[in-house]
T-cell receptor, first 114, second 110 residues
Framework: NAGVTQTPKFRILKIGQSMTLQCTQDMNHNYMYWYRQDPGMGLKLIYY???????DKGEVPNGYNVSRSTTEDFPLRLELAAPSQTSVYFCASIVQGLYTGELFFGEGSRLTVL | GQNIDQPTEMTATEGAIVQINCTYQ??????LFWYQQHAGEAPTFLSYNVLDGLEEKGRFSSFLSRSKGYSYLLLKELQMKDSASYLC???????????FGTGTRLKVLA
């Protein structure tokens, strides 16, 4: 059982480039989340999804886009990378029953924009 | 809106007891979570409180007071491996947003 899988684990981008961070979970979880974590800080919610075809903005959505075509996959798209997007990105999922279950996290994707 | 506050850093000695506080403001309460995060790793679940009182789980306990908007994580018999960040988190009511505090970095000294 793989849990939540994120790729790539590390990436360096040039300013203005675009890329997609992939996230896949094999636990049949309805809810999925993308967070970013800047050095020494907590997690900030970028986007979340409560099921296939349904997504919504979190606390810091600007500069990002998401899609949820299947229950398993929740990719995060950066269209025009900026140095302010240098961060560690975590994908997470939770089983239905949001208020009693804990989040399962992927290992993170470390992105540097130069 | 929602707001979560935690101290930025704490230091304690191996074998001691430490209490990490979390205060929050939320329009609808649906439980409070604590996560542990070691440097360079993903957060992992520690505890969940939805009713007032103390939940004990081995060396870790978590307390909740809904009327005061206050929770704490109590770590007993500190070990070096407890050096980590401890994150307080709330799922918001009606929106499914799961919001984290800034986290408390705990350093355990020998």
């Amino acid at each position: 059982n793989a849990g939540v899988t994120q790729t790539p684990k590390f990436r360096i981008l040039k300013i203005g480039q675009s890329m997609t961070l992939q996230c896949t979970q094999d636990m049949n979880h309805n809810y999925m989340y993308w967070y970013r974590q800047d050095p020494g800080m907590g997690l900030k919610l970028i986007y979340y999804s409560v099921g296939a075809g349904i997504t919504d903005k979190g606390e810091v959505p600007n500069g990002y886009n998401v899609s949820r075509s299947t229950t398993e996959d929740f990719p995060l798209r950066l269209e025009l990378a900026a140095p302010s997007q240098t961060s560690v990105y975590f994908c997470a999922s939770i089983v239905q029953g949001l208020y009693t279950g804990e989040l399962f996290f992927g290992e993170g994707s470390r992105l540097t924009v130069l | 809106g929602q707001n979560i506050d935690q101290p930025t850093e704490m230091t304690a000695t191996e074998g001691a007891i430490v209490q990490i506080n979390c205060t929050y403001q939320t329009s609808g309460f649906n439980g409070l979570f604590w996560y542990q995060q070691h440097a360079g790793e993903a957060p992992t679940f520690l505890s969940y409180n939805v009713l007032d009182g103390l939940e004990e789980k081995g060396r870790f306990s978590s307390f909740l007071s809904r009327s005061k908007g206050y929770s704490y994580l109590l770590l007993k018999e500190l070990q070096m491996k407890d050096s980590a960040s401890y994150l307080c988190a709330l799922p918001t009511s009606g929106t499914y947003k799961y919001i984290f505090g800034t986290g408390t970095r705990l350093k355990v000294l020998a």
